[in-house]
């Protein structure tokens, strides 16, 4: 059977694809398209069987893993594959082709589909997952408009109550998806607002926006450094993009509404990291005071994710170069608000204690909010 490959989907993303049909394997091979921006790794589209042929195989390779962000292990990554009607499985380890110039490429074998498959870096979370937790809240979390994308598109922040103005409740805000293509941290915000919605008025006031860039993650952007100017870097005053713009005033809303005491960004590393999950933290030499109060709250949360999901060296400082000087998140949290934050960073597949799945993601958020719940009862 001939296949199509659509990358029009939800989230899709797909470049320079080619199909080839032998008489035992058709092969399709493609590449994570940069949308525009300097780096690539989301990758995101639809097989879609178009005729018959004879072939029982199909050979799915990912071109160029080398200019991925972090495409230097390839063996690490296992994509995320579903046919029509079905769920999402991971794939197994790849093979890795060096072409004779030095390049190389990863391959996965799969049964022919006979109906239309997705295939996927890691396990996509939309706004049809965002629904979906909200339906399994039953109540528990309200969903607000708080404004729209730069493309206007309506940013969503979900809750566990609004608070009131002079409240006293500590006070947590956490961002997921500033680059939209790192689904890991929509997965871990996911159980993490299911536990915190589980403990009822004892539970911290916490405001979350699953979703920042809503553009990118609809338009299958990987988003990392992405132009006209990367989410993450555009905290600075004035803000350099209308969802920060958004976001800013919203936690200004929430500082009024509680005792503020942390901020945590949700993020994804490099594509072929595997070690486990840490945080960034701010540096000691230039933030003594804030690092320490920082790390009070990591030290909590890698105690409760290790073992199965944190990396050995959990708190790390981000030394690696930007491509922006202005503000990041957490950096906005530390030299604007003068608070304690963090970033957390979830592999896409692999951890220390083995292949992750969406269960394991929303296990690690559950427990982060564990972690956080303590850290909150000792200070």
């Excluded at 072939?55 to 296992?78: D, T």
């Excluded at 594959?81 to 030095?102: F, N, Q």
């Excluded at 939309?126 to 969903?143: C, F, V």
Aim: net charge negative.
């Amino acid at each position: 059977m001939g296949y199509l490959v659509d990358s029009s989907i939800r989230c899709g993303n797909a470049c320079d694809v080619q199909v080839s049909v032998d008489a035992d394997i058709v092969e399709v091979s493609f590449a994570p398209d940069p949308h525009g921006g300097p780096e690539c790794m989301w990758f995101c589209f639809r097989l879609v069987p178009v005729a018959p042929t004879q072939a029982r195989q199909v050979r799915l390779v990912l071109k160029n893993v080398q200019n991925m962000l972090g495409g230097n292990q390839p063996g690490n990554i296992r994509p995320v594959v579903r046919p029509a009607g079905g769920d999402w499985r991971r794939l197994d380890a790849p093979s890795v082709i060096e072409l004779p110039d030095g390049r190389y490429n990863a391959a996965w074998m799969l049964e022919a589909p006979q109906r239309p498959l997705d295939v996927a870096l890691c396990y996509p979370y939309d706004l049809t997952d965002l629904h979906a937790l909200l339906r399994r809240m039953q109540g528990r979390l309200l969903g607000d408009v708080i404004g729209v994308s730069q493309k206007a598109r309506p940013i969503l922040r979900l809750s566990n109550s609004y608070g009131n103005a002079g409240d006293s409740r500590p006070g947590i805000y956490v961002v997921a998806r500033q680059h939209a293509g790192e689904t890991p941290g929509s997965w871990v915000l996911d159980g993490f607002l299911e536990h915190i919605a589980t403990l009822g008025p004892q539970a911290p006031l916490v405001w979350a926006v699953p979703l920042a860039d809503i553009d990118g993650v609809e338009e299958g952007n990987y988003g990392k450094d992405h132009f006209p100017y990367d989410l993450n870097r555009a905290w600075g005053n004035p803000p350099m993009r209308h969802e920060v713009l958004v976001i800013k005033r919203d936690i200004e809303r929430w500082k009024k509404r509680c005792r503020p005491v942390l901020g945590i960004d949700l993020h994804a590393p490099g594509a072929c990291e595997a070690e486990g999950i840490y945080a960034y933290v701010p540096d000691p030499r230039c933030l003594p005071g804030i690092h320490q109060q920082t790390t009070r709250w990591t030290q909590h949360a890698a105690e409760v994710l290790t073992g199965r999901f944190a990396a050995p060296d959990f708190a790390r400082v981000a030394e690696y170069p930007s491509r922006w000087e202005s503000p990041h998140f957490t950096g906005c949290f530390w030299s604007q608000h003068e608070l304690p934050a963090f970033a957390l960073e979830t592999p896409y597949a692999l951890t220390g204690g083995g292949v992750l799945s969406r269960e394991d993601y929303q296990e690690a958020g559950r427990r982060l909010a564990v972690g956080i719940c303590r850290a909150l009862a000792a200070l």
